[in-house]
């Protein structure tokens, strides 16, 4: 049985559960791993977010801050001359929840001053103190992803004990922070990070182990799309994964995501309908046995 649940963002609710939302990613960076540079000027950036609406988004993700393994940090100014001009553009323009991915409260108080929803967090908090007091003053929906180290360092030698066990610790443990913190139950989401301080048994472990992170009661979003796993299990470089991207995602659907982050909208909120028809009509003929 899904679980359905309202995600309160501000002024939207989203409802979870019964389809999935599909979340464009929109990098406005000079160097991102899999589409660099491409959406760096503030217009071909708002007019990328707009045909991702067009394609079936529910959400777009914007992104100033580079974090790809490897990545250094983005000062704060800079972050904020690449995504706030592409926000007021779309502020009221689309009907999409807007979410700005960053781990800074400054950017994500401007960000959401210019009309984001939703602050996309990697961090889950931990990187700046101020950003609990930000999300609760704003009403925004938060994002906590689990991230072992740091973009920088995280890929050099990722151990964990038991990857499930600890990924759902510290994301009920950072939810608890929140709450404590006055941030609304309803506002907060969690993302098991795939790829954040993670080999590729680790990512398998989290995804053939998802229901027990949406077991906790919160909306999952999972980030798998053209993520280096796939070109393991594939051999694909990043452009050649999206098969291997939508299997992943459909996986995960039907494992209790409810939020899928993603670069090709259209065949991901293809593969998405797919899997929730499926889903309900599984669902219909189990409730038909029982009567
Ligand atoms: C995520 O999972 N990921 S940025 C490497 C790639 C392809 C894509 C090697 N921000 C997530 O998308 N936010 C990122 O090829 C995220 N969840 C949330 N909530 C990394 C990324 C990527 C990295």
Redesign the pocket.
């Known amino acids: 049985m899904r679980r359905t649940c309202q995600w309160k963002c501000r002024d939207r609710t989203l409802a979870c559960g019964s389809r999935t939302l599909i979340m464009g990613?929109l990098n406005v960076t000079p160097d991102s791993?899999?589409d660099g540079g491409l959406y760096r000027f503030a217009p071909d950036a708002a007019a990328h977010a707009l045909d991702m609406e067009a394609d079936g988004a529910a959400i777009i993700d914007i992104?100033g801050e580079s974090?790809?393994p490897g990545a250094a940090e983005v000062p704060a100014d800079e972050e904020l001359g690449r995504v706030i001009p592409v926000i007021r553009m779309l502020a009221g323009k689309t009907r999409c929840a807007l979410s700005i991915?960053t781990t800074k409260a400054r950017v994500a108080r401007a960000a959401l001053e210019a009309g984001c929803h939703i602050v996309?967090d990697?961090s889950a908090g931990a990187a700046d103190p101020e950003m609990l007091s930000v999300v609760r003053e704003s009403g925004a929906g938060y994002?906590l992803?689990h991230m072992q180290g740091t973009p920088r360092t995280m890929q050099q030698n990722p151990v964990y004990e038991n990857v499930l066990e600890e990924v759902c610790r510290l994301l009920s443990d950072r939810s608890e922070a929140c709450l404590a913190a006055g941030v609304a139950h309803e506002a907060l989401a969690l993302?098991p990070?795939?790829?954040f301080g993670k080999t590729v048994d680790h990512n398998l472990d989290l995804l053939a182990g998802l229901d027990r992170l949406a077991a906790l009661g919160f909306p999952v979003?999972a980030?798998l799309?053209?993520?280096?796993f796939l070109g393991v299990l594939t051999g694909a470089g990043?452009s050649g994964r999206l098969a291997g991207g939508l299997a992943a995602m459909a996986f995960a659907a039907a494992h209790g995501a409810a939020v899928l982050?993603v670069h090709d909208v259209k065949e991901s909120c293809d593969a998405a309908r797919v899997v929730d028809i499926l889903l309900a009509h599984e669902q219909d003929m189990k409730e038909c046995r029982k009567s």
């Open positions: 990613i791993f899999s992104g974090t790809r991915d996309n990697i994002i992803m993302d990070g795939i790829g979003v980030g799309s053209r993520k280096s990043p982050r």
